[in-house]
């Protein structure tokens, strides 16, 4: 399976972007696949998921029609391959912050890493917001984000780590996962640091990093910054301090901070839709906010009655899908069945 990736395109065109690559977002491309529409899928978060593969990757999911249970990874796996044959074109790593309307009614999406997207109709899925890296309060920390401090960094490869001495900062899986994959880039020493040395990690994880941490490859420390030191952009040293408040400065030329990562609605604030509680308010037969063009599925949405459940946020899609056809060709779309429509099986790709 291919799903076409774009990083820094000049502009694309599209039949519909879906802002939102979480579960109803990525539903959202299949529904939209079955009418014949090509999406453009766009998330802040480097991978797909939102919720389901960001707050509960590990816990499992009772309430989804026809599956006993199943984790949030399994159920984006799952949504992953269904959209597969529609092949959407993914922009990850990239918040969408600009939706403007065209003169010929179209919609130009522009990105926070400079992609422009004009696109006939957009579905919203945002969900309860951009999921984006918490930050550190620091003097002087801002200078050197991009250059050598890194929110939850997507690619250690894209890092210069060879021969430097790395900070890992945090306790939960990413920074434990970061801290072990930095080894394999030869850097000059590896700290994983840690208000108190606990981590929240799969136990096979925890006892990679124990061997580690006996070989001498990846010190442990539980500490907190207090300060850091730098020359332009290139971080020097940071000063920690430990549980016995004594201080202590660390070497440090490239600090990877892993302090979690939450939603904020953002950008959705600011494109003048009308909003009720931070959520879109939408028309339950069609899902179409008050702008024509502009649909709103999944927890973005608020109607009389709305629930925040997966289930409910894939009904949304499929009548959203309805309406986007009916809508981009001002014909009525009839109902027809994945199990017996020959037109459906041309576009899934699948025999009779
Ligand atoms: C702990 C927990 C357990 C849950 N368990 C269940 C359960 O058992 N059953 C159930 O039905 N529901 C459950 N839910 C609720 C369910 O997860 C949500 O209803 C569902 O994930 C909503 O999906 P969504 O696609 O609408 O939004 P999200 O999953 O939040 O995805 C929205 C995506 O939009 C992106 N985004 C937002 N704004 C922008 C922007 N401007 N530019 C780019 N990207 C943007 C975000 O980064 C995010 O990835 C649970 C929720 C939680 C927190």
């Known amino acids: 399976m291919s799903l076409a990736t774009t990083a820094n395109p000049v502009l694309n065109e599209t039949d519909v972007a879906v802002i939102g690559a979480g579960a109803v977002g990525m539903f959202q491309v299949f529904q939209l696949g079955l009418q014949g529409l090509q999406a453009h899928l766009i998330d802040a978060l480097p991978h797909l998921g939102g919720q389901c593969a960001e707050l509960y990757p590990h816990k499992p999911i009772y309430d989804i029609p026809g599956i006993k249970a199943c984790t949030g990874a399994e159920l984006i796996e799952r949504l992953r391959e269904q959209m597969a044959p529609f092949a959407p074109t993914l922009h990850l790593g990239q918040q969408v912050q600009s939706l403007q309307q065209q003169e010929d009614g179209r919609w130009l999406l522009g990105t926070s890493t400079g992609t422009n997207l004009l696109a006939k ?95 001498g490859r990846i010190q442990v420390l539980a500490a907190q910054p207090l300060s850091l030191q730098a020359q332009a952009t290139q971080l020097q040293s940071v000063q920690v301090s430990l549980p016995d408040a004594s201080t202590q400065i660390l070497p440090v030329q490239q600090w990877l901070v892993f302090q979690g990562i939450s939603p904020k609605l953002g950008p959705v604030a600011e494109w003048g839709l009308e909003l009720v509680k931070k959520q879109l308010p939408v028309d339950t037969g069609t899902f179409v906010t008050e702008a024509p063009g502009i649909y709103a599925v999944g927890d973005i949405n608020i109607y009389p009655g709305k629930r925040k459940l997966l289930l409910c946020g894939f009904h949304e899609a499929t009548l959203a899908g309805f ?23 041309a576009l899934l790709g699948v025999a009779p």
Not at 327 to 332: E, N, R
């Open 323 to 345: 309406s986007i056809a009916e809508y981009l060709t001002d014909k009525p779309v009839l109902l027809q069945y994945t199990t017996t429509s020959t037109r459906l099986h």
């Open 121 to 215: 109709a957009v579905v919203i899925a945002a969900g309860v917001g951009s999921f984006v890296p918490k930050t550190l309060k620091m003097d002087g920390i801002e200078a050197l984000v991009g250059a050598s401090v890194h929110y939850h960094p997507a690619n250690l490869e894209a890092l210069s780590l060879q021969g430097q001495h790395v900070l890992v900062h945090g306790g939960d899986e990413p920074a434990v996962q970061a801290a072990i994959d930095v080894l394999q880039y030869q850097p000059a020493s590896v700290t994983l640091m840690h208000r108190r040395e606990v981590f929240a990690a799969p136990q096979a994880l925890l006892e990679q990093l124990q061997a580690h941490k006996e070989a």
